[in-house]
């Protein structure tokens, strides 16, 4: 019991001290409510009522876009617009009443802007028209006091420079959708663009920058009184890209006679793009100015996809190029030498199957580089079945073939590089031999990018180096460039003498009289080419037509003409650029295809002598 | 049934329980909520829905429940408190469980009619076994520091687990309100300010722990111009809305920063400061002055009560209510970061209604059984 009243009363000593602690701590708390609410009342009451406090976002200026040579790619312009801040609007829609008296506001414009006030903060502008004129300004800059909350911002807005033909690369950007919306304030700002594609997106963050704010006092009718803070946030990163605006105007120009192709210029040393094609395009600008319903719709119906980037989306069959990685498969295996002859009658026998050659009247015999340079299909009929597929796709692999390589481009393909076990798992059949010489002409299932196979020259004309394309002069930080490396490509793993004979037989395809693409060589011996053509049917031939003569060229509806293609790299003593060009249903790769990549080929040869060094560093603006 | 309603005298019916509640304390219950459901009226503009009217129907359901809480037999609750907090821990792992499943934050769990709030049973369940500890234990042995380390570990693995859900409020709510318990319990105030020191050598530690989004509210605690469009705004605001209400407010839903929606959340965490800005000094000294009245109160019924079961357990409620109120009212003033603790029975929301009505009624059961005794060991003395 002693014991139980010691408890009890130890305990109600320490009650009443505890209730006496937080009675004091609650007396804390008035004392400071009767500051805020009595001795700083006033000071509140003023921001509160007439003078609030506007916090207002500081846009970075967002990062340029140049070409390797310092040529603008995409720029800032300035931009007028009338924005409305609701909060310190009595009736927005009185208001727009009043401001539609001199601007045209119409309805789609009304409830856009009326959606936009219910998705952000009442405190943040709302556009209510961009790209004013000077005239529009200055008359509602004159009827400031009838438009309570409504202000005249200048903003900026991406400007493309050099238009179409630069689209598919640097990309445009677009205000963020609702998805896009991180709850970062910056993302609200009426002007604030995001980038949707090409290197705008890809590189989004560092051309973005970082936001500044001011802390602005303003009164009841939102017209700031002063600045009470101001904090400047840092510009986003100007993008330097190894493009070269001259080539790649270049190669557009000479796409541009063709309905829809592509074309790829790649610096073997060290994978750099130079030019990056693809026909037809469209207008980046377009987008930066809100593109209209009917424009949109035509880009997006347009059977020769504008919007698509051909060169890194377009997936082709690759046809005779592909007899590049066949030889490399057979020579790297050992299954096939290269003094193996082969009898070309016209036409391939397996079974009761028959494989034709492109050429009608056979080829009659010939060794490897021969097969090479007249690109003989029964050849590689016969080399492909003694390989077999799976060889031939791991080699396919190893070019670079049948994998996104990594460009700093949003939207690559992959293309696709059949095996048995692939097969198998997609169509539940197995695989036939026959698909095996379907493949080793380049056929079937196979199909690649135009940036895929200008990779596969380049890393064939390397000697067996993994190159890697990319864009962003300086990759790892897509930042202002600094002193930079040279990448140090891995080995593939390829012999010397296997690189040799392929490169013996693709030099015969446009040096050698015979050759496929004797017409287009270069006839100047320090900038001459080796190459190889390939024309891809995309659809079957019946036997039945067969018989009566197949249809050429122009006779067969666009859609059903076979793709163009042409790979090569040149010089042929230390080989730099590699090219590859792919024009859609352009019927023949030697006759439409060689001649464009040896007019890319012979002026980046040309404009190496004019501009021997690229930019080094960017001069900031 | 005799043991659920039986009393040392054994005389009392469940209607004399009932003449015995502490109706006093129930009208000062009653008159907070009412002006908790007269501010969610005003916030949202003079209208019963959405909040006002639920509000009121959940006083209801937690009225009941409250007076069910405090006829049950004070030894009942004796008896099962270790039952109900390894339920409320067990509730407290599942939750974990589920939210890892769930993937990103997870408090309550899903049980068809009703969704439970494991952290807000525990806050109750783990006064019960503290007090009942306590409860068995000599001054001298509350002075050997082993007697201390069960409790201790009673009170860190469920804080813990609040912690990570992640809850800082509730968890902090626990650590307060057991370090509480021990103080009125006697441990020695040595003892305390070693624990102090401790914990200031584990802050750093800790704040690995924390997420960005805690982080930054602490942050924007020591530093609001630091952030003032983000989480800074908040408080901005909060001080700009309480500081205009000056002395007299400026009148019942005529809170110009509120209802313009300068105000986040004034229908849950803010509602102090639309209070204070709608009825200004007067109106926010009013509330805490009930806030005394009801602390006052619970003072009494421990120091009323004559077990020490009976004690500990009003303490611990009574002290619990407090810490609400005191953190919710210091963070609206910028005292303190946001921590997202509602302001008790005025702030809108279901699960603390329903834990501070439960709540109390324990501490009116301590007041209607406060000649029971109770032994060391549970058993009632033979008098």
């Given at each position: 019991?002693?014991?139980?009243?010691?408890?009890?009363?130890?305990?109600?000593?320490?009650?009443?001290?505890?209730?006496?602690?937080?009675?004091?701590?609650?007396g804390?708390?008035?004392?400071?409510?009767?500051?805020?609410?009595?001795?700083?009342?006033?000071?509140?009451?003023?921001?509160?009522?007439?003078?609030?406090?506007?916090?207002?976002?500081?846009?970075?200026?967002?990062?340029?876009?140049?070409?390797?040579?310092?040529?603008?790619?995409?720029?800032?312009?300035?931009?007028?617009?009338?924005v409305?801040?609701?909060?310190?609007?009595?009736?927005?829609?009185e208001?727009?009443?009043?401001?539609?008296?001199?601007?045209?506001?119409?309805?789609?414009?009304?409830?856009?802007?009326?959606?936009?006030?219910?998705?952000?903060?009442?405190?943040l502008?709302?556009?209510?028209?961009?790209?004013?004129?000077?005239?529009?300004?200055?008359?509602?800059?004159v009827?400031?006091?009838?438009?309570?909350?409504?202000?005249?911002?200048?903003?900026?807005?991406?400007?493309?420079?050099?238009?179409?033909?630069?689209?598919?690369?640097?990309?445009?950007?677009?205000?963020?959708?609702?998805?896009?919306?991180?709850?970062?304030?910056?993302?609200?700002?009426?002007?604030?663009?995001?980038?949707?594609?090409?290197?705008?997106?890809?590189?989004?963050?560092?051309?973005?920058g970082?936001a500044g704010?001011?802390?602005?006092?303003?009164n009841?009718?939102?017209?700031?009184?002063?600045?009470l803070?101001?904090?400047?946030?840092?510009?986003?990163?100007?993008?330097?890209?190894?493009?070269?605006?001259?080539?790649?105007?270049?190669?557009?120009?000479?796409?541009?006679?063709?309905?829809?192709?592509?074309?790829?210029?790649?610096?073997?040393?060290?994978?750099?793009?130079?030019?990056?094609?693809?026909?037809?395009?469209?207008?980046?600008?377009?987008?930066?100015k809100g593109?209209?319903?009917?424009?949109?719709?035509?880009?997006?119906?347009?059977?020769?996809?504008p919007l698509?980037?051909?060169?890194?989306?377009?997936?082709?069959?690759?046809?005779?190029?592909?007899?590049?990685?066949?030889?490399?498969a057979?020579?790297?295996?050992?299954?096939?030498?290269?003094?193996?002859?082969?009898r070309?009658?016209?036409?391939?026998?397996?079974?009761?199957?028959?494989?034709?050659?492109?050429?009608?009247h056979?080829?009659?015999?010939?060794?490897?580089?021969?097969?090479?340079?007249?690109?003989?299909?029964?050849?590689?009929?016969?080399?492909?079945?003694?390989?077999g597929?799976?060889?031939?796709?791991?080699?396919?692999?190893?070019?670079?073939?049948?994998?996104?390589?990594?460009?700093?481009?949003?939207?690559?393909?992959?293309?696709?590089?059949?095996?048995?076990?692939?097969?198998?798992?997609?169509?539940?059949?197995?695989?036939?031999?026959?698909?095996t010489?379907?493949?080793?002409?380049?056929?079937?299932?196979?199909?690649?990018?135009?940036?895929?196979?200008?990779?596969?020259?380049?890393?064939?004309?390397?000697?067996?180096?993994?190159?890697?394309?990319h864009?962003?002069?300086?990759?790892?930080?897509?930042?202002?460039?600094g002193?930079?490396?040279?990448?140090?490509?891995?080995?593939?793993g390829?012999?010397a003498?296997s690189?040799?004979?392929?490169?013996?037989?693709m030099?015969?395809?446009?040096?050698?009289?015979?050759?496929?693409?004797?017409?287009?060589?270069?006839?100047?011996?320090?900038?001459?080419?080796?190459?190889?053509?390939?024309?891809?049917q995309?659809?079957?031939?019946?036997?039945?037509?067969?018989?009566?003569?197949?249809?050429?060229?122009?006779?067969?509806?666009?859609?059903?003409?076979?793709?163009?293609?042409?790979?090569?790299?040149?010089?042929?003593?230390?080989?730099?650029?590699?090219?590859?060009?792919?024009?859609?249903?352009?019927?023949?790769?030697?006759?439409?295809a060689?001649?464009?990549?040896?007019?890319?080929?012979?002026?980046?040869?040309?404009?190496?002598?004019?501009?021997?060094?690229?930019?080094?560093?960017?001069?900031?603006? | 049934?005799?043991l659920?309603?039986?009393?040392?005298?054994?005389?009392?019916?469940?209607?004399?329980?009932?003449?015995?509640?502490?109706?006093?304390?129930?009208?000062?219950?009653?008159?907070?909520?009412?002006?908790?459901?007269?501010?969610?009226?005003?916030?949202?503009?003079?209208?019963?829905?959405?909040?006002?009217?639920?509000?009121?129907?959940?006083f209801?359901?937690?009225?009941?429940?409250?007076?069910?809480?405090?006829?049950?037999?004070?030894?009942?609750?004796?008896?099962?408190?270790?039952?109900l907090?390894?339920?409320?821990?067990?509730?407290?792992?599942?939750?974990?469980v589920a939210g890892?499943?769930?993937?990103?934050?997870?408090r309550?769990?899903?049980?068809?009619?009703?969704?439970?709030?494991?952290?807000?049973?525990?806050?109750?369940?783990?006064?019960?076994?503290?007090?009942?500890?306590?409860?068995?234990?000599?001054?001298?042995?509350?002075?050997?520091?082993?007697?201390?380390?069960?409790?201790?570990?009673?009170?860190l693995?469920?804080?813990?687990?609040?912690?990570?859900?992640?809850?800082?409020?509730?968890?902090?709510l626990?650590?307060?309100?057991?370090?509480?318990?021990?103080?009125?319990?006697g441990?020695?105030?040595?003892?305390?300010?070693?624990?102090?020191?401790?914990?200031?050598?584990?802050?750093?530690?800790?704040?690995?722990?924390?997420?960005?989004?805690?982080?930054?509210?602490?942050?924007?605690?020591?530093?609001?111009?630091?952030?003032?469009?983000?989480?800074?705004?908040?408080?901005?605001?909060?001080?700009?809305?309480?500081g205009?209400?000056?002395?007299?407010?400026?009148?019942f839903?005529?809170?110009?920063?509120?209802?313009?929606?300068?105000?986040?959340?004034?229908?849950t965490d803010?509602?102090?400061?639309?209070?204070?800005?709608?009825?200004?000094?007067?109106?926010?000294?009013?509330?805490?002055?009930?806030?005394?009245?009801?602390?006052?109160?619970?003072?009494?019924?421990?120091?009323?009560?004559?077990?020490?079961?009976?004690?500990?357990?009003?303490?611990?409620?009574?002290?619990?209510?407090?810490?609400?109120?005191?953190?919710?009212?210091?963070?609206?003033?910028?005292?303190?970061?946001?921590?997202?603790?509602?302001?008790?029975?005025?702030?809108?929301?279901?699960?603390?209604?329903?834990?501070?009505?439960?709540?109390?009624?324990?501490?009116?059961?301590?007041?209607?059984?406060?000649?029971?005794?109770?032994g060391r060991?549970?058993?009632?003395?033979?008098?």
């Amino acid at each position: 019991m002693q014991r139980e009243n010691q408890r009890a009363k130890l305990f109600s000593r320490r009650v009443a001290l505890l209730t006496g602690g937080q009675l004091g701590l609650l007396g804390a708390l008035v004392a400071r409510m009767y500051y805020l609410q009595v001795i700083e009342s006033e000071r509140y009451k003023v921001l509160a009522e007439e003078n609030r406090i506007s916090l207002r976002l500081l846009p970075p200026p967002r990062g340029r876009i140049l070409d390797r040579f310092g040529e603008l790619l995409a720029v800032n312009q300035l931009n007028y617009r009338v924005v409305v801040i609701p909060e310190q609007t009595g009736s927005v829609s009185e208001t727009l009443d009043v401001l539609s008296n001199i601007l045209q506001i119409g309805d789609g414009d009304r409830r856009r802007i009326t959606r936009d006030i219910v998705r952000k903060r009442r405190f943040l502008p709302v556009t209510v028209r961009e790209n004013l004129t000077w005239d529009e300004v200055s008359s509602i800059s004159v009827n400031a006091p009838d438009l309570p909350g409504v202000m005249i911002d200048v903003g900026s807005s991406r400007f493309y420079p050099q238009g179409p033909e630069v689209s598919h690369i640097v990309g445009y950007v677009a205000p963020p959708a609702e998805s896009d919306l991180t709850g970062d304030p910056l993302l609200e700002l009426p002007d604030f663009r995001i980038g949707r594609n090409g290197v705008e997106r890809a590189y989004d963050l560092a051309l973005r920058g970082r936001a500044g704010n001011s802390q602005v006092e303003v009164n009841a009718l939102g017209r700031p009184i002063r600045e009470l803070a101001r904090n400047e946030g840092e510009p986003g990163n100007e993008m330097v890209l190894t493009l070269d605006l001259h080539l790649q105007r270049f190669a557009m120009s000479r796409l541009a006679d063709q309905e829809s192709g592509a074309a790829v210029l790649i610096d073997i040393r060290n994978g750099e793009i130079l030019a990056l094609a693809s026909t037809p395009s469209y207008d980046a600008n377009d987008f930066s100015k809100g593109i209209s319903g009917p424009q949109w719709r035509e880009l997006t119906t347009n059977p020769l996809t504008p919007l698509a980037n051909k060169a890194i989306a377009g997936q082709f069959a690759p046809g005779s190029t592909f007899k590049i990685a066949v030889t490399l498969a057979a020579l790297e295996s050992g299954l096939v030498g290269p003094d193996l002859r082969v009898r070309c009658p016209g036409v391939y026998a397996l079974g009761d199957a028959r494989f034709h050659c492109w050429e009608k009247h056979g080829h009659g015999s010939l060794d490897m580089i021969e097969g090479i340079s007249r690109s003989c299909d029964v050849y590689f009929y016969e080399v492909a079945r003694r390989v077999g597929i799976d060889r031939i796709a791991q080699m396919a692999k190893r070019l670079g073939l049948g994998q996104t390589l990594g460009i700093d481009l949003p939207g690559e393909r992959a293309g696709l590089i059949p095996t048995r076990e692939w097969k198998l798992a997609t169509t539940g059949v197995s695989w036939q031999q026959g698909e095996t010489l379907v493949a080793g002409i380049g056929q079937g299932f196979i199909t690649a990018t135009p940036l895929q196979l200008a990779v596969m020259t380049a890393r064939v004309a390397s000697g067996g180096l993994a190159v890697v394309p990319h864009l962003a002069r300086d990759k790892a930080s897509g930042q202002r460039l600094g002193p930079r490396q040279e990448p140090d490509f891995p080995s593939i793993g390829l012999s010397a003498s296997s690189l040799a004979i392929l490169t013996r037989g693709m030099r015969g395809v446009v040096n050698d009289p015979r050759g496929t693409a004797f017409k287009a060589r270069i006839r100047d011996p320090s900038m001459a080419m080796a190459g190889k053509s390939g024309t891809s049917q995309v659809r079957r031939i019946s036997a039945e037509e067969r018989r009566t003569g197949v249809r050429k060229g122009n006779q067969v509806p666009w859609r059903d003409r076979d793709h163009a293609l042409f790979v090569a790299f040149a010089p042929l003593e230390s080989p730099r650029y590699a090219c590859a060009v792919v024009i859609e249903h352009g019927i023949g790769g030697s006759a439409v295809a060689a001649p464009i990549v040896r007019d890319i080929l012979l002026e980046a040869q040309r404009r190496e002598q004019e501009h021997p060094e690229p930019l080094q560093r960017v001069a900031s603006t | 049934m005799p043991l659920l309603f039986a009393t040392p005298r054994g005389d009392l019916t469940i209607l004399g329980k009932l003449r015995q509640v502490n109706w006093g304390l129930i009208l000062l219950i009653a008159v907070v909520s009412s002006i908790g459901f007269a501010m969610l009226y005003s916030a949202a503009g003079g209208r019963w829905d959405p909040w006002a009217s639920r509000q009121m129907y959940r006083f209801g359901v937690g009225f009941v429940l409250l007076l069910v809480v405090a006829v049950v037999d004070l030894r009942v609750w004796y008896r099962f408190a270790y039952a109900l907090y390894f339920v409320a821990l067990v509730l407290l792992v599942a939750v974990e469980v589920a939210g890892r499943i769930g993937m990103g934050a997870q408090r309550w769990l899903d049980v068809g009619f009703l969704q439970l709030q494991p952290s807000e049973l525990m806050k109750i369940s783990l006064v019960l076994v503290l007090a009942r500890w306590f409860h068995g234990l000599t001054l001298e042995d509350v002075g050997r520091p082993l007697s201390l380390v069960w409790p201790t570990v009673l009170v860190l693995a469920p804080a813990v687990l609040v912690a990570k859900q992640p809850d800082l409020g509730s968890a902090l709510l626990l650590l307060l309100m057991s370090a509480i318990v021990y103080f009125v319990a006697g441990v020695r105030l040595w003892k305390f300010a070693a624990i102090a020191a401790t914990a200031g050598a584990v802050i750093p530690l800790a704040w690995n722990h924390l997420r960005d989004y805690q982080k930054q509210r602490v942050l924007t605690f020591l530093n609001p111009e630091n952030d003032p469009l983000g989480s800074g705004y908040h408080i901005i605001q909060s001080k700009i809305a309480l500081g205009s209400g000056g002395m007299w407010g400026k009148g019942f839903m005529q809170g110009t920063q509120s209802h313009l929606q300068f105000l986040p959340e004034k229908q849950t965490d803010f509602i102090f400061t639309m209070l204070s800005e709608e009825w200004g000094f007067v109106g926010g000294l009013t509330l805490i002055g009930l806030y005394v009245l009801i602390l006052l109160y619970g003072a009494a019924i421990s120091l009323r009560a004559r077990s020490q079961f009976g004690r500990l357990v009003a303490v611990g409620i009574v002290s619990s209510f407090y810490i609400y109120a005191f953190i919710n009212i210091a963070m609206v003033m910028g005292m303190l970061p946001v921590v997202g603790e509602p302001l008790p029975l005025v702030s809108y929301g279901g699960t603390a209604m329903m834990t501070l009505l439960i709540g109390f009624g324990m501490l009116i059961n301590v007041y209607v059984h406060r000649d029971l005794q109770i032994g060391r060991h549970g058993q009632t003395p033979e008098a």
